[in-house]
């Protein structure tokens, strides 16, 4: 099985802090913004919403996402280098609360997982700390690719 270095970008703190972070924008990962709709992912993705996958409905509707970036570019022949693998979107009540980045690992060949965090923290910033007893379900997508780099 090929390893690969997956970065979870879990936000369901913001979500549930977000009137206290009033001057801060959404957080974002690339053009997807947590908090954002089925339907806006599903459009920004070319990904139909009947792709959804429920994975739970009461007392609130828990459903995931998945997505595979082309390697290729409509407009070109030539091989995208995006590192992007796949995508995992999950939603709660309609909002998107986590992003799970799964990066090809013949994109990312010869990086330490402490080269891919600094990479990845100089855009969107330092890691997250999990609170000493808190507990954490993974996403499917995060169960399939192995251990994470960074969250």
């Given amino acids: 099985m090929m390893n690969k270095c997956t970065l979870s970008v879990c936000a369901l703190g913001v979500l549930l802090t977000g009137q206290v972070l009033d001057g801060q924008g959404l957080v974002q990962y690339r053009e997807f913004a947590l908090r954002s709709d089925v339907a806006t992912v599903s459009k920004l993705t070319g990904v139909p919403t009947s792709e959804l996958k429920t994975i739970h409905d009461r007392p609130a509707i828990l459903q995931d996402l998945q997505w595979r970036p082309s390697r290729w570019n409509a407009s070109s022949s030539v091989a995208s280098t995006d590192p992007v693998d796949k995508m995992g979107f999950s939603f709660y009540d309609d909002q998107l609360f986590r992003i799970v980045v799964d990066y090809g690992h013949e994109r990312t060949a010869g990086m330490t997982d402490a080269d891919m ?9 330092a890691p997250v700390r999990r609170l ?9 997508l995060e169960a399939e690719s192995g251990s994470p780099v960074a969250r």
Avoid: D
Wanted: charged content about 10%.
């Fill in 132 to 140: 000493p007893g808190t507990i954490r379900i993974a996403s499917q």
């Fill in 117 to 125: 965090t600094e990479a990845i923290s100089a855009i969107y910033g």
